[in-house]
Structure formats: structure tokens, C-alpha cells
């Protein structure tokens, strides 16, 4: 028997907008202390420079602050008391659905970003089993045959935009891994990875520009782009539902999904959850490689750790899954990677809306209420990670991170929301960095200033112009700090 779907809800951004005003004349109780005036520039400046005010509230607010964005106030709690208080310890009294993670369901529908209570436990559960640890270390073949393909090519003076060059190659392993798709085959009659591209496009646009409607709009090509890839899918789903063709990619196992008491995942569920790992595992790839070579290029001693590591342990030999997935075995790498994590968490922010009243910090927050915390802001906190702008890998040694207070590092969530596909990311993020790392040097171009975009999830804005170099040794390249 196929899991029930959640309620549907209204995408109409008129609708939206006057439920927002009625949820507000409604509310009886006093919001905390904040930046409650209407305020176009403060809305524009939360686009462009999130992390800076919202530190900045946090300092003159203290850790629960109230900041009105467009029409809406929006209550922010941060640090990681925070962080554990939503996502783990009161998890139950805060909705997804109906925070601002609802605006991914034109795309993504209802899979596990976008779903919430029992549906989501129900669903999440039927999952689990397809991302075991087995699972994962099985698709590691994929990602090494792709990386490798796509490093083709690479010599010394080459050029190189590390963003658009990984978030093709993150195109292509997800293609493979998640779908089972040849990304070559295009006997379909469209590029799939492009009509990614252009559904993703829509949430880079302005929010002014998001709620336009009609031809021609963000909106309507993101829904065009999303009926070419349901065609795609839903044909795939209906042929091995047919054939009984069952392959070993995530695609496959998600149809053969059942919980002990026979619930299974529908067509469209099944649409949803792969249009959801796409989503997530795609952007949390591309922007964790781009920015783990940004620093390394500006940080050679660490770059050096790096690669005096692979040459000691691995001997020029491609990593295992199981060394890659363990940390143990490559903890420069390991570090390295939780370090870019703690700089750079793709899924910066994390909206909720409360169901019942609830005090935190001393600062009561009443019931139906938008409720953000922030990975990327805790994550710079000088008082939980000092110099926090500072590439420091050593920071995740294991004792150091041992030591880290609850919720003080939080890049993939925390609780039953936890990212279920985590450890392909890490798996992926690292394979792709060591056969980087035995390859080549990469050298940041001169003069690029690195400027970030946080929607969908943070990237550079420009892209990571880079330059390829000769594979420098450890020692040449600690002189050289």
C-alpha cells in the first residue's frame, strides 16, 4: 500500500501573502525585540548579505530576535542551543511545509525537504535502508569512473571554473547513481542537466521576480523545465515497473522500498524523493569542492598536510570507499572537508514555523510564527569557534570536535532531519578532492574576489576561476606559505 500524500498547498503568492497578513493580525502574543519596521533595504541586504545582519541582530539582540523581511517578521534563533532546541530536543513543534521550504514543492514536490510529521517519519523510514552505508560504498566506482573522465584533459596552464567544471561532474554521478541514466544519451531529446539548471534558476531570481506569473516568467520556465524532466522519470518508473527491469541505483530501490507493514512509495513519491536528492546532493557537492579548493588555494601549509596525507597513505593509489567514508584513515582530508563545511554549509539557513508558543533563551516566541536558524551563522560565532573567519582544519581534530557543544556544528542538519544522504556527499565531495589532490595544484586567478550567492544554497556568484599547476611537492609548498 503506497503512504497517503501530505495536504497540497496553495503555490498562488497572492493567497500566500494574505494568509501571512491574517496569521499576523491574528497572533495575540508580543514577537522578541528586533527590526520589526518595514524596511525594502533591509530585505534587499538579507539577499545579498545574510550572514553580516544577521550577526550584527544577534550582537544588538541577543541570541532570539525578531527581523521583519518584505511584509513578514521572522524570528531568528541562533548559536547552538539554538540549533539543538529546533532540530533535535523540540523538533515536534516546528513545521517545514509551511516555513519558506515550502517555495521548493513547484519542483521538488513532496519529498523529504518539504514534508513534515508523519508522512515525513513514515517516508524517511522506508528510505533509510536504501542509503545504508553498503549502499553508498557501492556507488564509488561511479563517482571515480566520472571524476576521472572528467579530469581529462587537465595539464598545467589549463583554465578552469572549479564551480561549473564540479557542478558538472556532480550532474553526471547523480545521474548515474541516483537515476541509472547513460548522461550521454540523449535520445530523449533534451539535456537533462540543463533543464536542472534552468528549474534551479528560478530560486536565484529576485522574490519580486518569483511571484510573477505568465509566459515567458522565471516561474514559467521552471515549469516547463520540470514537465521535460517528469517525462523523463515517470518513464523510467513506468518501464521497470512494467519490465521488472530493477537496477542497483537509488531509482531502483526506492520502487522496491517496503516497511514491515507493506507501505510503499508511490509513482509520484518516488518522483519526489529522487527530485529531492538531485536537488540537495547536486548543490551540496558542487559548492563543498569549489569552496575546499578556494581555501586550500589560499592556504599552502594546509594544502601541504593535504598532500604529504595522500602520498604517505595512499601511495598514489585511488582511496577506497571505505578509507574515504571511515575519516580515519585520511584525517587531514577529513578535517579539511568538516572545516569548508563549518565556512560554507550549503543549506545555510534553516525556516521553520512554530506550532505552539514556546520560550528559549528567556525570549518567549509565540505560536505560528516563522522560525529561522542558521548553520552559517553559528558556524561564525567567535565565542563557539574563535577567528571564525579563518580556514583552520585543525579545529575538527577529533578531540576539538569532541568537545564542541550541541548543535555548534550543524552543516547537515540535526535529528530526524538530518540530510539522509550525507554520507554520498562526503563520499562524493572526497573522491572527486583526492584524485584532485594526486593530480595537480590549483592556483586562484589574480585578482578574483570570491562573492557568494545563497539561494538556493551558497556558491560564488562568478563562478571559481582557477588555474592548473604542476603537483608541487609538500615541502615546496610549505616554503612557499
Known sequence: MALAPPPQISMNPLKRLRMDLERERRRTEPLPPGELQFSIARTRRMRTDPLRLVLECYERYGPVFSMRLLHEP??????????????????Q??????????????????GLLTIDGDYHRRSRKLMLPVFHRDRIAATAGTMVEEAERALEGWQPGRQVDMYHWTRALAMRIAMRALFGFNPDDKSHGFDEAAEFEEALSYYATDYAIQILRGPRTPWARMIKAREQLDRLIFGQISRRRTSGDAGDDILSLLLE???????????????????????????????????????????????????????????????TAAELMGGEALPELEMAVDETLRLYPPAWVGPRMSVEPFELCGVRVPAETYVNYSSWVTHHLPEVYPDPEA???????????????????????????????????????????????????????????????????????????????????????????
Open 93 to 110: 513543534n516546528f513545521r517545514w511545509r509551511d516555513g519558506s521550504f515550502g517555495d521548493l514543492i513547484p519542483l521538488l514536490g513532496d
Open 391 to 481: 580556514f583552520v582544519p585543525e579545529r575538527f581534530a577529533p578531540e576539538a570536535k569532541a568537545e564542541l557543544p550541541k548543535g555548534a556544528y550543524v552543516p547537515f542538519g540535526g535529528g530526524s532531519r538530518t540530510c539522509i544522504g550525507m554520507r554520498f556527499g562526503q563520499l562524493e565531495i572526497k573522491t572527486i578532492a583526492t584524485l584532485i589532490l594526486q593530480r595537480c595544484r590549483l592556483e586562484l586567478q589574480p585578482g578574483y574576489r570570491m562573492r557568494i550567492r545563497q539561494m538556493p544554497t551558497l556558491s560564488p556568484i562568478d563562478g571559481l576561476p582557477m588555474r592548473v599547476l604542476e603537483r608541487t611537492q609538500p615541502a615546496a609548498l610549505a616554503r612557499a606559505a
Open 257 to 319: 522500498a517496503s516497511d514491515e507493514d507493506g507501505n510503499t512509495l508511490s509513482d509520484r513519491a518516488v518522483r519526489d524523493q529522487v527530485m529531492t536528492l538531485l536537488f540537495a546532493g547536486h548543490d551540496t557537492t558542487t559548492s563543498t569542492v569549489t569552496f575546499l579548493f578556494y581555501e586550500l588555494a589560499r592556504h599552502p601549509q594546509a594544502l601541504a598536510r593535504l598532500i604529504e596525507e595522500q602520498d604517505r597513505v595512499l601511495g598514489g593509489r585511488m582511496a
Open 74 to 91: 521572522v524570528v531568528f534563533v541562533i548559536g547552538p542551543e539554538a540549533n539543538h532546541y529546533v532540530t533535535v530536543s523540540h523538533a
